[in-house]
């Protein structure tokens, strides 16, 4: 099943700030780190090599998705003002236990939630799209217990 991939104007620039970092910096130190690990001799049982090898595996996969994401993703503006939360708002909750959280609802392709982007997929962040100030919604948290938030404001990244 093919997904749509949505990126708000932020993570669109965080992803060529990245696709420009990998093609010029990083490209440059693998390929440094390939030449100098052929200088040790056989590369058949040169680990060095072998590090750098699978690292610029791992470095041209990313480019080639952060290709595909920017060439593929619709781009959206969070709205200026919101009633209700939507792609790109920032979204301040308090949870039953009366902690406050705060959450920016992304696309899956820029989600982080050790930065508090939450993927607008996720059980989280489907439960909050559409919620005004003031709902309570209720979503599935990771270790599969159910989590009631009230939804405290709704504003722009």
């Known amino acids: 099943m093919l997904r749509e991939i949505i990126l708000t104007e932020e993570g669109q620039e965080e992803l060529r700030i990245e696709l420009e970092r990998l093609e010029t910096v990083k490209r ?7 030449k100098n690990a052929r200088e040790f001799g056989d590369i058949s049982e040169n680990s060095e090599y072998d590090d750098a090898k699978n690292e610029q595996a791992w470095l041209e996969s990313r480019i ?17 003002r919101s009633n209700k939360v939507a792609i790109g708002n920032k979204v301040t909750v308090q949870t039953e236990g009366g902690a406050e959280r705060q959450f920016t609802i992304v696309g899956i392709a820029e989600a982080d939630a050790a930065r508090g982007k939450i993927s607008n997929v996720s059980p989280m962040g489907a439960a909050l799209l559409g919620a005004h100030k003031g709902d309570v919604v209720v979503a599935e948290g990771p270790t599969g217990k159910e989590i009631k938030m009230t939804i405290l404001k709704i504003g722009k990244k």
Do not use: D
């Open 64 to 80: 080639a998705e952060i290709n595909h994401i920017l060439a593929n993703a619709t781009v959206v503006e969070a709205p200026k």
């Open 28 to 34: 440059a130190e693998v390929g440094e780190r390939i």
